[in-house]
């Protein structure tokens, strides 16, 4: 199933109470082990992929719909719950400080599962180039907090991360995985849940292939003759025409829209590396360490008003399923897919060893998430 959603996902504070999380780490133990007993775990972490899926799991174990919390929490439980040796299955890294111990994280289980090292090479790889297209080849005002990475004993993966808005306190989640994955920068997305901006620079979209070669070109010219094109577009008589291209937001609009223009400050030595490198492609080029949000605005910049070479500007969120959609606007909701997504869960919570009472309570739940 490939889809986008957008959710309102407001930040909430504060801590799961240890009465619920234990709970909560039961019953997904229980629905992981039916899930993978009838559908393998490669299935399993796909379907944790999907955006539809992993927001009704979330509540179907009593988390708030809605929350930013549901991303953190449902992780992190699914991480204690899941085991190598049960489920074949492990949840590396986390929330803020344990997402920095994802490597750690992969390097372990990778051993355990006695893949070589050339495949826990390329899995770290993957962790850390989801990370950097997430936070710098997609701008729309949110800096990743949150990164986790689920690595199977066939290694397959899938990345559930989260970004924070903290202009208005909202969050944005991104989910891959890897079957789908065919090229880490063209729309390599699973799902992406968000508030869907007005403008937002958007790296990843096909039609943004021209800006993305014409910054690897530049990428391999001298830094001093990027300095003078970048100082070019940063002289007053230019600024009309930048407001003109990221124009400020309506007293109507009831969401911030983030704004983006030329950087202030751009790392230098970070070009000097690049142009060292000489990036063959925009997957090189967006690896390379010290290359982050302004470096990539700052030559896709340059590529569309110098070259002409224009990004695309269109927000990568498609549509919304928070809202039902049940007015086609913006697009209408994939009923098919979510009915299949709410039936397979249906089926995972009547087959878990769980009592009566908590099977009742958990398709309460997920009765709520799809009224």
């Known amino acids: ?13 504060g801590k799961a109470p240890s009465w619920l999380t234990v709970r909560m780490r039961n019953l997904a133990r229980e629905i992981a082990n039916v899930m993978i007993e009838e559908y393998g775990t490669t299935a399993f972490i796909e379907r944790l992929s ?5 927001q009704a799991f979330g509540c179907v174990l009593g988390y ?3 929350s ?4 953190t929490v449902v992780t992190g439980i699914l991480k204690t719950a899941l085991t190598s040796q049960e489920h074949g299955i492990v949840v590396c890294g986390g929330k803020g400080k344990t997402s920095k111990k994802t490597p750690a994280d992969i390097q372990a289980a990778a051993e355990t599962f006695q893949f070589s090292k050339q495949t826990i090479d390329q899995l770290i790889y993957a ?4 990370a950097k297209v997430d936070n710098n080849a997609l701008q729309a005002g949110y800096q990743l907090y949150h990164h986790a990475f689920l690595l199977t004993q066939d290694g397959k993966w899938a990345v559930i991360q989260q970004g924070m808005n903290e202009e208005d306190r909202t969050a944005r989640r991104y989910h891959w995985f890897s079957e789908n994955v065919h090229n880490f920068i063209v729309e390599p997305h699973n799902g992406i849940v968000g508030i869907k901006r007005q403008k937002a620079l958007n790296m990843t979209a096909v039609a943004s292939e021209n800006a993305r070669k014409v910054s690897v070109d530049l990428s391999k010219e001298p830094p001093k003759k990027l300095n003078n094109l970048i100082q070019s577009l940063a002289k007053p008589k230019n600024q009309t025409s930048l407001q003109e291209y990221f124009p400020q937001p309506s007293r109507l609009q009831r969401q911030p829209q983030v704004t983006l223009d030329m950087p202030r400050n751009i790392n230098w030595d970070t070009l000097s590396r690049m142009y060292e490198f ?3 492609n925009y997957e090189e080029l967006l690896s390379l360490k010290g290359v982050g949000p302004a470096t990539v605005r700052g030559l896709a910049l340059v590529a569309e008003l110098i070259y002409g070479e224009a990004p695309s500007w269109e927000d990568p969120v498609r549509f919304s399923f928070a809202y039902g959609g049940k007015d086609g606007v913006p697009f209408p909701v994939d009923r ?3 009915d299949e997504s709410v039936e397979i869960l249906r089926k995972s919570v009547e087959a878990a060893k769980v009592g009566e009472r908590d099977k009742l309570r958990l398709l ?3 009765r709520r998430f799809i009224g």
């Open 278 to 280: 000489q990036p063959n």
């Open 1 to 13: 199933m490939f889809r986008t959603g957008t959710a309102n996902l407001p930040l909430h504070g």
């Open 68 to 71: 930013s919390g549901v991303t």
């Open 50 to 54: 999907d955006p539809f899926w992993f």
């Open 336 to 338: 098919k897919a979510m």
């Open 127 to 130: 962790s850390r180039i989801v």
């Open 364 to 366: 309460g739940n997920l």
């Open 64 to 66: 708030d719909w809605h």
